[in-house]
């Protein structure tokens, strides 16, 4: 099956800082890759979607100059916290979609920040 | 806009037993896809299963099994001979089928199958 991977699993960064976090579709071509983030115990929460080549779409309420997405490849995409604050410490999940209708997530990445 | 609904946010079963989980949605649109996914404690998120509204027949996939009612809006999981395996948190997903990617997620419900 199609098969999505994140790194790291796990960062812990200081506030103020900058952490990116990759999102590589394995064995597949994505032309559209999303980001969604996770609070303990919610649901997951769309950030943006990313297209290969273009600008992402960012959701309503998220900040796009504080998370800067790249997709710069059929099978990379990359999230960059920029100026990392505590309260941006959360899991984020990324999903590669390839066919009409179908999303693969990755493993998630626990960001904490100090 | 879309919304999904899940009214339970905790259920548990008994080992083999049989469990079902609720899932109700809202929209106007008539071409539609709907999803239930599972996310064990590994946080790794797991299609279930699928079901495209234009197919009356309800989906199934070896355990698991779902009851489409479209007229109601309603989208239940039938988990059979549960397994503790199956304990995680289950989300049920909306998608638009005009091109839209964007899937709508319920607040999930915690699943725990007890020996």
């Known amino acids: 099956g199609a098969v999505v991977s994140q790194h790291p699993s796990r960062v812990i960064c200081k506030s103020g800082t900058s952490v990116k976090i990759e999102c590589r579709s394995l064995?597949?071509?994505?032309?559209?890759m999303f980001w969604y983030r996770q609070f303990p115990k919610q649901s997951l929460m769309l950030m943006a979607t990313?297209?290969?080549?273009?600008?992402?779409?960012?959701e309503q309420g998220v900040e796009k100059d504080k998370f800067l997405i790249n997709h710069a490849s059929l099978t990379l995409s990359t999230l960059t916290v920029t100026s990392a604050h505590p309260e941006d410490s959360s899991f984020y999940i990324c999903?590669?979609?390839?066919?009409?209708?179908?999303?693969?997530f990755g493993p998630g990445t626990r960001l904490t920040v100090t | 806009a879309q919304t999904v609904t899940q009214s339970q946010p905790e259920m548990s079963v008994q080992e083999a037993e049989t469990v079902t989980l609720s899932c109700t949605y809202d929209?106007?649109?008539?071409?539609?896809?709907l999803f239930w996914y599972k996310q064990p404690p590994s946080r790794q998120m797991i299609l279930v299963i699928r079901q495209e509204a234009y197919k009356q027949q309800n989906a199934t996939e070896n355990r698991f099994s779902v009851n489409f009612q479209k007229a109601a809006k309603s989208f239940s999981l039938k988990i059979s001979d549960s397994q503790l395996g199956d304990t995680a948190m289950y989300f049920c997903?909306?998608?638009?089928?005009?091109?839209?990617?964007?899937?709508?997620f319920g607040k999930g419900t915690k699943l725990t199958v007890n020996p």
């Open positions: 929209t106007s649109e008539s071409n539609y896809y």
């Open positions: 999903s590669a979609r390839t066919g009409f209708d179908e999303q693969y």
């Open positions: 997903a909306f998608k638009m089928g005009r091109g839209s990617e964007k899937l709508v």
């Open positions: 064995d597949f071509q994505a032309t559209t």
């Open positions: 990313s297209n290969e080549g273009s600008k992402a779409t960012y």
